[in-house]
C-alpha cells in the first residue's frame, strides 16, 4: 500500500542545523550529518537539507553536509536553498542527493526548472514554494522569495500549475504565516494546490503535534508533511508521531528493520 | 567483485554508497572493459529512456550486457535499469534490450493518483532467493511515472499497487529487476542488496 511521508527539514547555516520562527531569529540545534542518522534511525521517510546561509562563500559547506550524509542515510534526500544553476544542481546530486528544491531562483529564471528535468528527470526536481495569505489573489495566498522577505506576483496555485508544466516534479508547500508557530498546517492553500496539481505535495510549515500532520494528510490532502522543529526540539519522536498517524488510519511507513 | 554501470544515470553515487556500506568489493565502470573481473553487475537508472539507451549504446553496453546474460551471470536492474531490460518502452517510443520479454507503459491519467508515483509502498514479492527473508511488511522507495509489463507471467517475480496492480520486481533466470530503489529504502533495502550480492544463479 502506498504510504504518506513524514519528512523531516534541516536548515543549514554556515554547515549547522538551525532551526528559525517566521524565518527570523535563527538558533542552532546541531550537527546536521549526526541529525539526519539520527531520523533516519528513527524512521524518518525522507530528509531535506534547506540552505539558508548568507554569504556565498559558506554555501560551499553544504556540500561535505550532502556526502557525508549519502554515506550514512538510505533514505532518499532533498537539497534546496541559494541553487540557481544547473552546474550546482549537478554538484549536489553527484554528491548523493536524490532531489534538488528550486525556490527563489525557479521563480527567477524558470527556465531552470526545464533545464533541470531534462538533465535529471522531473524526480529530481522539486519546486519549493513559500507562500503568504493575501485575499487579493484569486486562491488566497501570494509567492515569495528570498527567504520570505519578497512578494512575487504570483497566486501560490497559479505559480503551482506553471511550474508543473514546466517539469517539476513534486511541490513543497510553505505557508510562512504558519512557520515555525507550531499551530498547524496552512490546510486551505495545501488542499487547493493538490487538487490542481498532479505531483506529489509536501505541505510544510507550522507542524507542531501529530494531529496536526493528520489533518494535512487527510483533509489538506498532503501526500507527505514535513516537520522541523516538532523533533528538533525532542518533544516529538518520528516513531511517535507515525503510530499515531496510523492510529488514525493513515497509511505510513511502519516497519524499516 | 560487483561491477556498477556508469551511464550518467542520477543515482549512481547512491547505489556506490549502498555497495560500500554492505562492504562488498566493487567498480564503477563506464566502459564494458573494465568489468571483465565481475561476478555479478548493477544496472542502476534514473532518467529517460531513449536518452539512457543512447548513452548505453555509445559505450558498447548492449552487447556486453547479452553477453552477460547468455552466460547466466547475476544482474540486477534498478528503477530505468530494469525497465531498459525489456523490449520496447512508450518513454520516447524506446528500442530496449529486450533481455526480458515485455514492455514499458506510462500510468494511465485515470488512475486517480499522482504521477509520477514518488514515496513508500509494499511489494508483494515471489519466492526468490533474493526477496527470501525480507519482511513482509517492510516498504520500499519508489519514484516513477512508467511500469513494466512482463509478456510471460512467470517472469513476474513481484508487485505492487499504485492505483493498479503493476509488476514492481521481475526477472528471467540470472537477470533480476526492480521499480523501486533497494539503495534508498532504508535498512530492507540494503538486505535485498546484500541478498543479491550473494546470490550465485
Redesign the interface.
Known amino acids: 500500500?502506498?504510504?504518506?511521508?513524514v519528512v523531516v527539514c534541516l536548515d543549514v547555516k554556515d554547515g549547522r542545523t538551525t532551526k528559525g520562527v517566521k524565518f527570523l531569529d535563527n538558533i542552532d540545534v546541531g550537527d546536521p550529518v549526526a541529525m539526519a542518522e539520527k531520523y533516519?534511525l528513527d524512521g524518518a521517510?525522507e530528509l531535506v537539507f534547506y540552505d539558508i546561509t548568507a554569504s556565498s562563500e559558506n554555501r560551499n559547506l553544504i556540500l561535505p553536509i550532502v556526502e557525508e550524509t549519502?554515506?550514512r542515510i538510505?533514505?532518499?534526500f532533498c537539497v534546496g536553498g541559494g541553487i540557481g544553476s544547473l552546474e550546482q544542481m549537478r554538484k549536489v546530486?553527484?554528491?548523493?542527493a536524490?532531489k534538488v528544491s528550486l525556490n527563489s531562483q525557479a521563480v527567477k529564471n524558470p527556465e531552470l526548472i526545464t533545464q533541470g528535468a531534462r538533465a535529471?528527470?522531473?524526480?529530481?526536481v522539486v519546486l519549493g514554494m513559500d507562500a503568504k495569505r493575501d485575499p487579493e489573489l484569486p486562491c488566497g495566498y501570494r509567492v515569495y522569495i528570498n527567504g520570505g522577505r519578497t512578494p512575487t506576483d504570483w497566486d501560490a496555485v497559479e505559480w503551482a500549475q506553471r511550474a508543473v508544466s514546466l517539469g517539476a516534479?513534486?511541490i513543497v508547500v510553505n505557508s510562512i504565516d504558519a512557520d515555525g508557530t507550531q499551530a498547524g498546517y496552512e490546510l486551505s492553500l495545501t488542499r487547493q494546490i493538490s487538487q490542481r496539481v498532479?505531483?506529489?505535495v509536501v505541505a510544510s510549515g507550522g507542524a507542531g503535534v501529530p494531529d496536526h500532520l493528520y489533518m494535512v494528510l487527510t483533509q489538506g490532502f498532503a501526500?507527505?508533511a514535513l516537520i522541523a522543529s516538532m523533533v528538533h526540539f525532542g518533544h516529538f519522536t518520528i516513531r511517535g508521531i507515525k503510530e499515531y498517524l496510523k492510529e488514525m488510519g493513515v497509511p505510513v511507513?511502519?516497519?524499516?528493520? | 567483485m560487483v561491477g556498477i554501470i556508469d551511464y550518467g544515470a542520477g543515482n549512481l553515487t547512491s547505489v556506490i554508497r549502498a555497495v560500500e556500506k554492505l562492504g562488498a568489493i566493487y567498480r564503477v565502470a563506464s566502459q564494458p572493459d573494465e568489468l571483465k573481473l565481475a561476478t555479478s553487475l548493477i544496472f542502476p537508472g534514473v532518467g529517460h529512456a531513449a536518452s539512457a539507451m543512447e548513452r548505453l549504446r555509445q559505450a558498447g553496453w548492449p552487447e556486453f550486457l547479452l553477453q552477460w546474460a547468455h552466460a547466466g551471470k547475476p544482474l540486477l536492474g534498478i528503477c530505468l535499469g530494469s525497465q531498459i531490460l525489456l523490449e520496447f518502452s512508450e518513454e520516447g517510443n524506446t528500442t530496449c534490450l529486450g533481455l526480458i520479454p515485455g514492455s514499458v507503459k506510462r500510468f494511465p491519467d485515470k488512475l486517480g493518483v499522482k504521477i509520477p508515483q514518488i514515496g513508500w509502498n509494499t511489494v508483494d514479492f515471489h519466492d526468490h532467493p533474493v526477496f527470501r527473508g525480507l519482511d513482509p511488511r517492510a516498504s520500499y522507495y519508489f519514484v516513477h511515472s512508467y511500469y513494466t509489463e512482463v509478456t510471460y507471467p512467470a517472469h513476474r517475480l513481484g508487485s505492487t499497487e499504485y492505483g493498479m496492480v503493476f509488476t514492481s520486481a521481475l526477472g528471467k533466470d540470472s537477470i533480476l529487476a526492480v521499480q523501486f530503489h533497494p539503495e534508498k529504502s532504508g535498512q530492507p533495502g540494503l538486505q535485498l542488496l546484500d541478498q543479491f550480492l550473494r546470490w550465485r544463479p
Open positions: 500500500m502506498y504510504q504518506k511521508r533516519y521517510d549519502a554515506k538510505f533514505i532518499p546530486i553527484l554528491a548523493g536524490e535529471f528527470g522531473s524526480q529530481c516534479g513534486e498532479n505531483v506529489p501526500d507527505a511507513r511502519e516497519f524499516w528493520g
